[in-house]
């Protein structure tokens, strides 16, 4: 679709839902509704630097599999099940963006790269659950990690969190069932990781960041972590949880921080 006028701003819900088309421009389009590209066929498409707001599943289960953002982006949120069931393949997420909302990217399973941009705070509930990522960059800015945000990620190697993270809470299951999961290493400033996060991870090359805050190892957190040799628990840890390290076959060492307080 080419010609679009300078004069419209919004693209309404659901106006090319199930289109076949290929291509569009979008000159100085400022929101792009609900709905609105859900199930068409169009495969690439430029977000002009105008564009404020993308409502929800407005590329859910689209042929999408490229998209860029022009710069300076408006954008400050990635709507919930924006690119839910979707073909895209790759994504770096503009800078003003400080969230990623529920199921934004749910069995996006070619999705194998994303960058996430050092505005981002807050990553919600099955953000990239069941995708196609091999590795993923967490900016220190982040605090909260949602609950199953990166469950069944199975290609997943290895989650790394910058220098300085803020991070303080990892909710139920975000990592359950990352079979390939091994290099991941827990900021010091997280205080709350909820049951089940690891679950199912190998974890061949896990530990916690000196001066740690955790206070629990929550039920299951660790259970059936087959690669886990080795773990040295915090010494902010006051308890241990059942099945935390449950069929954790080959896990031969387990020390205490000194001063640790169980």
């Not at 599999?65 to 770096?92: D, G, M, N, R, V």
């Not at 989650?159 to 079979?179: G, P, R």
Request: with cysteine; charged share 20%; net charge negative.
């Amino acid at each position: 679709v080419k010609g679009i006028p300078t004069a419209l701003t919004t693209i309404e819900k659901q106006a090319f839902e199930e289109s076949t088309i290929k291509h569009i421009d979008l000159p100085s389009v400022t929101t792009i509704g609900y709905r609105a590209f859900k199930g068409a066929k169009i495969e690439n498409i430029q977000i002009p630097s105008s564009i404020k707001s993308i409502e929800n599943t407005a590329f859910k289960e689209s042929y999408i599999k490229y998209i860029t953002f022009q710069s300076p982006s408006q954008l400050t949120s990635i709507e919930s099940h924006l690119f839910e069931k979707s073909s895209l393949c790759e994504i770096a997420i503009p800078s003003p963006v400080t969230s990623i909302g529920i199921s934004a990217f749910f069995l996006c399973q070619k999705l194998s790269s994303v960058v996430l941009p050092d505005s981002l705070t807050k990553i919600e509930d099955d953000a990239f659950n069941s995708t196609g990522l091999v590795k993923i960059v967490i900016p220190k800015s982040v605090t909260f990690i949602g609950r199953s945000a990166f469950n069944k990620c199975i290609n997943l190697t290895e989650v790394i969190f910058e220098k300085e993270s803020q991070l303080t809470k990892i909710c139920e299951s975000a990592f359950y069932e990352c079979q390939k999961l091994n290099v991941i290493s827990i900021p010091a400033s997280v205080t709350e990781i909820e049951k089940n996060v690891f679950r199912e991870c190998p974890l061949g090359q896990f530990s916690f960041d000196p001066n740690s805050k955790l206070s629990v190892i929550e039920e299951g957190l660790f259970n059936s972590c087959v690669g886990l040799k080795e773990i040295v628990i915090p010494a902010s840890v006051t308890s241990i949880k059942y099945y935390a390290f449950n069929n954790c076959e080959i896990l031969e060492i387990v020390n205490f921080e000194e001063n640790s307080k169980l």
